[in-house]
């Protein structure tokens, strides 16, 4: 006897493979939609599920049975009927998992941990000079992370997965690489190595921080229903988050949304980028304390303590008469109405949401920023309230984070991961 096949065998056996192959991603398929209509409506039932997806029965009830067994989903009472047998309503379970978020700024360190629901659960901060000390840096996350879990009793096995977000375009998002051209001290690091060894098995998703925060917002705050919108980050960099059509828009190169680097004046400021007249030089945080503390060099309410000088510090000298940092805010105001103008110019978002620190700045940044871009822009509405201050605050970026937990672990192609990671392995496979 011989082991050579026949072509005919060889044909069946390529045929019988890619039937294999394709009924595992159908299922994934319909798994994911399944998982994710019931995270979204948060309740539903059999049978509706089977009218919105139009799946048979049979596979709405096989698929059920493994995202119950996978603890994502669980029965919760008895619904409504409208005729006959009452039905069963399956509610999603938000605590099934969690989810942790780390942001890794320029200057500071944000950890938190999430439940499925978007509510922070433990939350972890810290001034840190990320940009130039990138060993001690990465040295505090992971004693934070270390510490975190110890302090939630929460194992590997618990967490869905980790969001990481780095203050520069993303190069590789497997591994946390970033553009160094404005972090060059980081030339030699590497995000995920400081963890890996520490987590795992979980996966790891890397992100940029400001499309982190649009997603954030989208998921959970004011971007909610929008399916265009742009984060803008305004803090020691500024950068933007693209959302347009509901996925974040990254372009060739991965370096989309890099607002803070367009040129608004041609020959203005020198910038950190190399280049002249961009709007960070313009309004970076870096920029704005400086100037706050050389207005308020003989101010006697900050004598001695001028370097905790931040945002809402120079918002409240500029309202208690000091026309110095009234001027450094409503100028700022000015030329972020610019680069705004440009944003909407160019993509036409339905919103536009501000963070960062001087987003702390609120109305008195607001409306010079509203007034500048309006004489800049064609059919932007004022009257519908469109420019708003985001409603997550500083947390923005790390539960942008763990949403890109929640995003990537129920798409089809990581549903199996998700589901295998309290040992329903047996079960997906059977
Ligand atoms: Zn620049």
Known sequence: MTDTYQVSDFAYLTSLKSEITSTAAVRAHNLSLTLNLIRDRGRITRTEIIRLTRLSAPTVSSLVNILIASDFVREGGIGHSSGG???VVLEFNYEARMVMGIDMGATHITIIIMNLKGEVQRRFSCHMDVLS???ESLQVIRTAVEAILTGTGLSEQDLLGIGYTVPAPLINDKTGEF???YMPAWKDFCCIATIRDLIKETPIYFENDA????LAEKWWGCGLGYDNLVYIKLGTGVGSGLIIND??????????GEIGHTTIEADGRQCR???RGCLESYIGIQGILSDGRRALVNDQNWTGRLDELNVKGVVQAALEGNAECEKIITTAGYYLGIGLANIINLVDPGLLILGGELADAGQ???EPARQSLVERTVGFNTQ???LMIGDLGSDAIAIGAATLVIMNSFHESNIYTALRSKEQNALINA
């Open 85 to 87: 047998r009452k039905p």
């Open 133 to 135: 000390k990138p060993e």
């Open 273 to 275: 980028c190399g280049n």
């Open 247 to 256: 996925v974040v828009y990254r372009g060739f190169n991965g370096t989309a």
């Open 364 to 366: 008195m940044l607001l």
């Open 384 to 386: 519908t309230d469109n």
């Open 211 to 214: 499309n982190a925060a649009a």
């Open 179 to 181: 553009i160094t051209h």
